[in-house]
């Protein structure tokens, strides 16, 4: 999906369909590649996805600690202002809630119509009208959702709803990552923490090379 929809096939290689979405699909691969904070990363990819489908407005809601609702991350000042005293449910029968339980797009051709779930009554007065929404992180740890609304409806093509379904999942693999790395690293610390009070520590010997690792609480016991 991610190669339709970034590039497509011609006798001398690939060619982009569309320019934007080719640039802010190369621009998204290699922040996410780089990048070791996931704030930092959403807050370029809302950026990056403004700009390329035209939208009136992209953010981030991410679920808060105990998974129940959503905080409204990187929209604009409006939209901040009319939704942040506004308690947005994860529940399945509220949106963005609704976008948390399947793996593609979740299209709203028309807010004020829409007889799924509950919308956000300052949804029409901020004039959203129409939108996407897809769920970032995996299904076992999600992170939240992020979502594209404009003040006119209909307003996404195939091309769009392919270039973001990509683009979100490029979004999910560099998140999975970041936290992956983060509790390896909350870890080794705990580890060390616990080989600090316990007045323990752990060695490793690479046989291949002959070298031999040592803990922080190796070199304290031997007073190196």
């Not at 590649?33 to 939208?55: D, F, M, P, R, W």
């Amino acid at each position: 999906m991610a190669v339709n929809t970034f590039q497509q096939s011609s006798e001398n290689g690939f060619i982009a369909i569309n320019p934007m979405f080719k640039k802010a699909g190369i621009e998204i691969l290699q922040f996410a590649l780089e990048s070791g904070s996931i704030t930092t990363l959403l807050g370029k990819a809302v950026q990056l996805l403004k700009t390329a489908l035209n939208v009136s407005w992209c953010c981030v809601f991410e679920l808060t600690s105990d998974k129940e609702s959503f905080d409204l991350k990187f929209g604009t000042n409006r939209l901040n202002s009319l939704i942040k005293n506004c308690k947005l449910s994860a529940d399945s029968g509220c949106y963005p809630g609704c976008a948390l339980h399947i793996h593609e797009p979740f299209m709203v051709e028309d807010f004020a119509t829409e007889s799924r779930f509950m919308v956000p009554p300052n949804f029409a007065e901020c004039g959203i009208k129409s939108g996407m929404s897809m769920r970032l992180g995996d299904s076992g740890r999600p992170h939240g959702v992020i979502g594209v609304y404009s003040d006119r409806y209909p307003n996404f093509t195939i091309e769009d709803i392919e270039f973001f379904l990509a683009f979100s999942r490029i979004l999910t693999s560099a998140i999975i990552r970041i936290q992956t790395v983060d509790t390896l690293k909350k870890s080794r610390t705990d580890l060390s923490h616990a080989q600090r009070i316990a007045g323990m520590g752990n060695w490793e010997w690479d046989l291949l090379t002959g070298k031999v690792y040592w803990s922080d609480e190796i070199f304290q016991i031997f007073g190196i």
